[in-house]
């Protein structure tokens, strides 16, 4: 494992709004980490090198039930929203729950990020701002 927990932690409490996120993803690549999984419910996080080992944050918050049905729309705006630092990153994980998305996978070698529901379909497929 090249990259430990704390060190990640360390980068992730500089991120205050959605507009900190972009310089984020580029620290935590040059740390070793290919990709990671978000889960909404709890905010337990997933990250693995390329190797495929993993690390795990354990549960972050009280749990919050994900919807079973999908509002792309109203996701879309508060994700907009979300990124353009109108919200934070709590009111993020509410607004993804109420509207479908389980999570969300963060690809850094393709720069994307995909938003999933409850069934692990794809939602939204984004590209990471560099």
């Given at each position: 494992?090249?990259?430990?927990?704390?060190?990640?932690?360390?980068?992730?409490?500089?991120?205050?709004?959605?507009?900190?996120?972009?310089?984020?993803?580029?620290?935590?690549?040059?740390?070793?980490?290919?990709?990671?999984?978000?889960?909404?419910?709890?905010?337990?996080?997933?990250?693995?090198?390329?190797?495929h080992?993993s690390?795990?944050?354990?549960?972050?918050?009280?749990?919050?039930?994900?919807?079973?049905?999908?509002?792309?729309?109203?996701?879309?705006?508060?994700?907009?929203?979300?990124?353009?630092?109108?919200?934070?990153?709590?009111?993020?994980?509410?607004?993804?729950?109420?509207?479908?998305?389980?999570?969300?996978?963060?690809?850094?070698?393709?720069?994307?990020?995909?938003?999933?529901?409850?069934?692990?379909?794809?939602?939204?497929?984004?590209?990471?701002?560099d």
């Open positions: 494992m090249k990259f430990r927990l704390e060190d990640i932690k360390t980068e992730h409490q500089k991120v205050k709004s959605g507009a900190d996120f972009p310089p984020y993803i580029q620290t935590i690549k040059r740390l070793g980490i290919s990709h990671y999984i978000t889960y909404v419910s709890d905010g337990n996080t997933e990250y693995f090198d390329t190797d080992q690390i795990q944050t354990g549960s972050q918050y009280q749990n919050i039930t994900v919807s079973e049905n999908i509002n792309l729309e109203n996701f879309k705006r508060r994700l907009q929203l979300h990124q353009q630092g109108g919200t934070d990153y709590m009111t993020f994980c509410n607004d993804c729950a109420e509207y479908g998305v389980k999570g969300w996978k963060m690809d850094l070698n393709a720069m994307t990020c995909t938003y999933f529901s409850e069934n692990n379909d794809e939602v939204l497929v984004e590209r990471i701002p």
